[in-house]
C-alpha cells in the first residue's frame, strides 16, 4: 500500500450529457452533475433549460491511496435544479470505477447510458466524462450557490448526519456471480417498417429519397496577372465554402474539383467563385458569380454540362483587364456521376487529411486461392551433428502465413532421405507477389534452436494451377545452404504444389456465406438475379465522440459487403441522424447468400487518425426474400457492451431482390451449396477454420492498402473474424434455439397423453377410429401425411414473415445474462483474470466449450431448417416442398408401399460404385434452408 502523499488527484472532467429527461414540466430542464468520491461531493454548474448540455468542466478530488482505486468507486448523479423552492430532480447516475483512471496525457472520453435510481425511474441520455490521475491539479472547494459550481468536503460523521444522504460502500470491479444485466430501459428493438418517399429519381436510383445538391465545377482558369506561391480557387455559397487544392502558381492553373451543396443548406441567391493566391486569406485575384435563379437542372442520362470560360471581376465589380476561370454549374441529385467524387458542403469542417475518407466508394475483395504443398519426402540431407537422431521437419511460410510439417518419419529409410507426405494449406490473392520459402530444419532441442539443413524461394506465380480434384505434377526441388557469403547445395526436396481453383475461399463464417462461387472464373454459372439496396439514413444514433461546441456527434458512414464487392457510403458528419441516399447493385449467383451492412463512425474526420468505432450490424439473408418486392424498414442497431446489449439507433434501408428466370432460381435449391471440389476433396473443418482466417488477414491487408482504405477494423467486423470465440451467452442462446426446436416432442408426448386419458372423449374417439383406420389401409398413410404438410404448408402462406429477418436481441440471449458472463465474452484470450495454472485451464475450456457451441448451434440450425419447410420463410423453398409434397402423394397413392420401401432400401444399400460423392438434391435443397442463425448477435 503506497500512499498518494497529496500529490496525486483524481480529475473527473464532466464533458456533456445528451438527450436527458424534461423534468420542468415544460418539455426542457436545468441539469447540474453532483461528483462523489471518497466522502468528498463537488458539483458542476446549472445549464439552464437544455437538454444537452456541454459542461467541460475539471472537478478535482483528494486521493488517500493510490492502492485503493480498485477498490473505490465515483458516484455521478445528474439533477434537475427547480428554482421554486430550491429543489431538485433526478435525472440519472453513473457508477464508474476508479481503476479506469487514466494517467494525465493518456485520457479518453467515456460515454455512459444514465442508469436508474429505483425502479420507478423515469431515466433517460447518456453522460460524457473523463476520468484521469493528475499530479498539477488542485482541489478548490468553493461554497455550493444556486447558479453556480460548488464543493462539500465532509468527513463521515457529518455526511451520516444530513438527512436522507446515503452512504456510498465501496464495491468490487465485478459483480457477484448473481447479478443480471437487463436490456437498456426504454430500447426497442423491434424492425418497423417504413414508408420513405421513393422512386422520385432517375429510374437507376429508384430506391432511394431524392436528394437535390447545387453542384460547381472549377477547371481551371488562364490569363492571370504574374504572382508568386500557389493559386487556390474557392466556391462560396452563404456560410458554405469549398477551397479546391493548391497548384503552383502559373497563367493557367488547373484544378477540376467539384463542389456539392445541398439544397436544404442553400441560404443566400448567388454562389460566387474566387481566385486567389494561397497565402492571401482576404485578397482575390479575381471572381465570378451566378444567380441561383439562372441555373439550370441536370438529370442523367442527359450529359454533362460543357464548362465555360468566364471573365472575372474584382472588388468593384467591373471587369479585370486579363484572367478568366473555366466553370460549369448546374442543379443535379445524388444520381449525377459526379456525386461521388464532389466535396460536400457539410465537410466544411473536417480536417484536411480526413477529407478523403469521407468519399463514398466502391471496393473489391482480392481474388483468394487455395494453395496446396504437398511435401513428400528429401533426399541428400547432410546433418552437422551425425552422433544423435535427427527431427527433421519442413517450414513453409508465404507472407506471414508459417506452417510446419511434422517431425520426418525414418522408418525403412535413412537419416538422409526422410519421409513426410504431408498437405500443407495457404490462402494467397492475385496479383501473386509472394514466394514461397521452403526450409528443411532439425529441431536440436530446448535451448538450442533449430538447424537449418537447407532452404529456397519460389514464386507463387510460377505454381501450377488446377481446377479439379486431378493431383499436380511432383517436382524435385534443390535446396541451398548457407555458410557466411558461400552458397552451397544442401539437399533435394520432392514437392507437389497447386493453386487450387475449384474451391471457394472462405473468408467469413459459413452461415453467413455472401458468395459460394469456385475461384475460378472458368467454373462460374451465370447470374440468377439482381440485388438492389437503398442504403437511405439512421435515426437516434448514440453520441460517438464531443466536439467542442456541439456536443456529442456523430460522423456515419455505412459498409455493405456481399461477394467480392464492398461499398462505403460517404460520410454525414456532425450528425445524429445521417441521410445518405445511395443506391447500389450486386449480381447474385445464389438466392441462399447473406448481405452484411454496417455502420460506423468515421475517426479520421477529425485527423486522429485512430480505429473507427463499430456502431452496428444488419444481415439480410436474401432467400427470405420475395421477389420484385421492395423492404423499406427500419433496423434496430444493436451493440453488446461489457453493461449489457444497448440499442444504438436505427438503420433504414430499402431492399429489392429481382431474379432473370425463376426457373433457374428454383433449380439452385437442388444444388450442392458449395463447389465440387469441397465434396471430391474435402477439408477439415479445423483446415477451414484456419484458413479462413488467413483469408481475413489477407482481404483486410489488401482493402487497407486502397484509397481511401478500408480498416482492419471494419473488415474484421463485417466478416464476424471473431464469431467462433467462446461465449457463455451465446451457448445459452443455441441450447435455448435447440430447446425451441425439440419442444414439438414434448407437445406431441402431451397430446399423446391427453388422447389416452379420454379427457375430451370426443376427440379421443375420433383418433381411435382414425387409428384403427390407418392400420387396416396403410397405404392411405404417406399421402395423408403428406397431403396434411401440403395443406398445412398453403394454409401457414397467409401467414408467412412480410419483413426480412434482422438482429433480434432475444434469439442472441443479450436481453437477460449475467454481467461475469459479459465479463467473460469481453475477457481477452488468453484470459487475463486469473494466476497462470487457472488461465491455461480456462483456455482449454473455452476451447472445448467453443466447439461445442458450434454444434449445439449446428443442430439448432438443422431442426430450424426442418421448420422452415412449411414457413414460407423462403418462399421460393416453402413452393418447391408443397409442390413436391402434392406429386409425392399421388405417387404414394398408385405404387404400393412396400415397392416404395424395397426401392428405397435398395438405393440406399446400393454399392459405394455407384455412389456419387456428390451429396443427392433433397440434402442440397435441405442445406440451403433459412436458420435463425441469420438473426444472432
Not at 502558381?249 to 486567389?276: G, L, M, T
Not at 484456419?690 to 482493402?703: F, I, K, N
Not at 471494419?714 to 464469431?723: A, F, G, I, N, T
Amino acid at each position: 500500500m503506497h500512499a498518494s502523499n497529496g500529490k496525486e488527484k483524481l480529475v473527473v472532467e464532466v464533458v456533456a450529457a445528451h438527450n436527458l429527461m424534461p423534468k420542468d414540466g415544460q418539455g426542457s430542464s436545468s441539469p447540474f452533475v453532483e461528483v462523489e468520491f471518497e466522502n468528498q461531493r463537488l458539483r458542476t454548474q446549472v445549464k439552464h433549460n437544455d437538454l444537452n448540455p456541454v459542461w467541460n468542466e475539471k472537478l478535482v478530488f483528494h486521493v488517500t491511496d493510490l492502492a485503493d482505486l480498485p477498490y473505490r468507486t465515483v458516484d455521478v448523479n445528474v439533477f434537475n435544479a427547480r428554482r421554486s423552492n430550491n429543489t431538485r430532480n433526478f435525472l440519472g447516475k453513473v457508477r464508474v470505477s476508479a481503476s479506469s483512471a487514466a494517467r494525465e496525457g493518456h485520457e479518453s472520453v467515456q460515454l455512459h447510458t444514465l442508469d436508474k435510481r429505483s425502479l420507478f425511474s423515469h431515466v433517460r441520455g447518456e453522460l460524457t466524462l473523463k476520468l484521469y490521475l493528475s499530479t498539477k491539479a488542485e482541489v478548490k472547494p468553493v461554497s455550493p450557490s444556486a447558479g453556480g459550481g460548488g464543493a462539500i468536503v465532509s468527513n463521515k460523521n457529518k455526511k451520516m448526519q444530513r438527512k436522507g444522504a446515503n452512504l456510498v460502500v465501496p464495491k468490487q470491479i465485478l459483480p457477484g456471480p448473481g447479478a443480471v444485466v437487463t436490456a437498456f430501459p426504454g430500447n426497442d428493438y423491434s424492425l418497423k417498417e417504413t414508408r420513405p418517399h421513393l422512386g422520385r429519381t432517375s429510374s437507376a436510383y429508384d430506391l432511394v429519397e431524392q436528394m437535390q445538391y447545387l453542384y460547381v465545377r472549377v477547371v481551371k482558369a488562364r490569363e492571370l496577372a504574374a504572382a508568386a506561391g500557389e493559386a487556390v480557387a474557392e466556391v462560396k455559397l452563404g456560410n458554405y465554402k469549398g477551397i479546391t487544392k493548391r497548384v503552383s502558381f502559373s497563367a493557367s492553373p488547373e484544378w477540376n474539383q467539384v463542389f456539392a451543396f445541398s439544397r436544404d443548406c442553400i441560404q443566400s441567391s448567388a454562389v460566387e467563385v474566387f481566385v486567389k493566391e494561397g497565402n492571401k486569406k482576404d485578397e482575390f485575384l479575381g471572381r465570378v458569380w451566378f444567380d441561383l435563379s439562372e441555373v439550370p437542372k441536370r438529370v442523367p442520362p442527359d450529359s454533362q454540362l460543357a464548362p465555360q470560360w468566364y471573365r472575372m471581376e474584382d472588388k468593384k465589380g467591373e471587369k479585370v483587364k486579363s484572367g478568366e476561370v473555366m466553370v460549369s454549374i448546374w442543379f443535379g441529385t445524388q444520381a449525377d456521376e459526379a456525386f461521388s467524387e464532389a466535396w460536400h458542403s457539410k465537410a466544411a469542417n473536417v480536417h484536411f487529411d480526413g477529407l478523403n475518407s469521407i468519399k463514398s466508394k466502391v471496393y473489391l475483395s482480392p481474388k483468394l486461392w487455395y494453395l496446396r504443398i504437398g511435401v513428400i519426402e528429401a533426399q541428400d540431407v547432410v546433418l552437422g551433428d551425425k552422433m544423435r537422431y535427427p527431427e527433421l521437419y519442413v517450414k513453409v511460410q508465404v507472407g506471414n502465413q508459417v506452417l510446419k510439417t511434422r517431425i520426418a518419419s525414418l522408418s525403412g529409410r535413412t537419416f538422409s532421405n526422410p519421409y513426410w507426405d504431408e498437405d500443407l494449406m495457404f490462402v494467397v490473392a492475385e496479383p501473386f507477389e509472394d514466394y514461397l520459402l521452403i526450409s528443411i530444419e532439425d529441431h536440436l532441442g530446448s535451448g538450442r534452436g533449430d538447424e537449418v539443413v537447407g532452404r529456397m524461394a519460389l514464386p507463387v506465380s510460377n505454381v501450377e494451377r488446377r481446377l479439379d480434384e486431378k493431383g499436380a505434377v511432383s517436382r524435385w526441388y534443390n535446396l541451398d545452404t548457407r555458410e557466411g557469403k558461400a552458397v552451397g547445395f544442401g539437399c533435394r526436396v520432392h514437392l507437389r504444389a497447386s493453386l487450387e481453383g475449384g474451391y471457394h475461399v472462405l473468408d467469413e463464417a459459413t452461415v453467413y456465406s455472401s458468395d459460394v462461387r469456385p475461384t475460378a472464373k472458368q467454373l462460374w454459372k451465370p447470374s440468377i438475379g439482381v440485388l438492389e439496396v437503398g442504403i437511405l439514413g439512421a435515426s437516434n444514433l448514440v453520441p460517438m465522440k464531443v466536439k467542442e461546441g456541439k456536443g456529442g456527434i456523430a460522423d456515419a458512414y455505412c459498409v455493405a459487403k456481399y461477394g467480392q464487392k464492398w461499398v462505403r457510403t460517404r460520410t454525414v458528419v456532425d450528425s445524429l441522424s445521417p441521410r445518405w441516399n445511395e443506391q447500389y447493385t450486386w449480381e447474385v449467383f445464389d438466392p441462399c447468400t447473406v448481405i452484411s451492412i454496417g455502420l460506423f463512425d468515421n475517426s479520421r474526420v477529425a485527423g486522429a487518425g485512430s480505429r473507427d468505432t463499430r456502431i452496428g450490424k444488419v444481415r439480410i439473408r436474401l432467400s427470405t426474400l420475395e421477389t420484385d418486392r421492395v423492404y423499406a424498414h427500419a433496423y434496430p442497431l444493436m451493440m453488446l457492451h461489457p453493461s449489457g446489449v444497448k440499442k444504438m439507433g436505427e438503420l433504414h434501408l430499402a431492399v429489392r431482390f429481382t431474379c432473370t428466370n425463376m426457373l433457374n432460381v428454383l433449380h439452385m435449391y437442388a444444388t450442392p451449396l458449395l463447389p465440387r471440389m469441397h465434396y471430391v476433396v474435402p477439408l477439415s473443418m479445423a483446415q477451414l477454420e484456419s484458413l479462413r482466417h488467413q483469408a481475413m488477414g489477407v482481404v483486410a491487408a489488401r482493402l487497407g492498402r486502397a484509397e481511401p482504405a478500408l480498416g482492419r477494423e471494419v473488415v474484421e467486423y463485417m466478416l464476424d473474424h471473431d464469431s467462433n470465440m467462446w461465449s457463455m451467452r451465446k451457448s445459452k442462446a443455441n441450447f435455448l434455439r435447440l430447446t425451441k426446436v425439440v419442444g414439438w416432442i414434448v407437445a406431441t408426448g402431451r397430446t399423446m397423453e391427453m388422447l389416452r386419458s379420454w379427457q375430451r372423449p370426443v376427440v379421443s374417439a375420433v383418433f381411435v377410429m382414425m387409428f384403427m383406420v390407418a392400420v387396416m389401409v396403410p397405404e392411405i398413410v404417406m399421402p395423408c401425411v403428406l397431403l396434411t404438410m401440403a395443406g398445412v404448408g398453403m394454409w401457414r402462406y397467409r401467414l408467412r414473415p412480410r419483413h426480412p429477418p434482422y438482429m433480434d436481441a432475444r434469439v442472441s440471449y443479450a436481453e437477460s445474462v449475467h454481467l461475469d458472463e459479459l465479463d467473460e465474452e469481453f475477457d481477452s484470450f488468453p484470459t487475463s483474470r486469473s494466476p497462470e495454472l487457472v488461465r491455461m485451464r480456462y483456455d482449454r475450456l473455452r476451447s472445448v466449450a467453443g466447439r461445442i457451441q458450434t454444434a449445439v448451434g449446428d443442430l439448432a440450425t438443422q431442426g430450424e431448417r426442418f421448420q422452415a419447410l412449411l414457413s414460407w420463410r423462403d418462399p421460393r423453398a416453402t413452393f418447391l416442398f408443397v409442390v413436391v409434397c402434392l406429386v409425392a402423394a399421388f405417387g404414394f397413392y398408385l405404387v404400393p408401399i412396400r415397392w416404395v420401401v424395397a426401392l428405397g432400401g435398395g438405393y440406399y444399400l446400393r454399392p459405394p460404385r455407384f455412389r456419387s460423392r456428390h451429396p443427392s438434391s433433397a440434402i442440397s435443397f435441405f442445406k440451403r434452408l433459412p436458420s435463425n442463425a441469420d438473426g444472432m448477435l
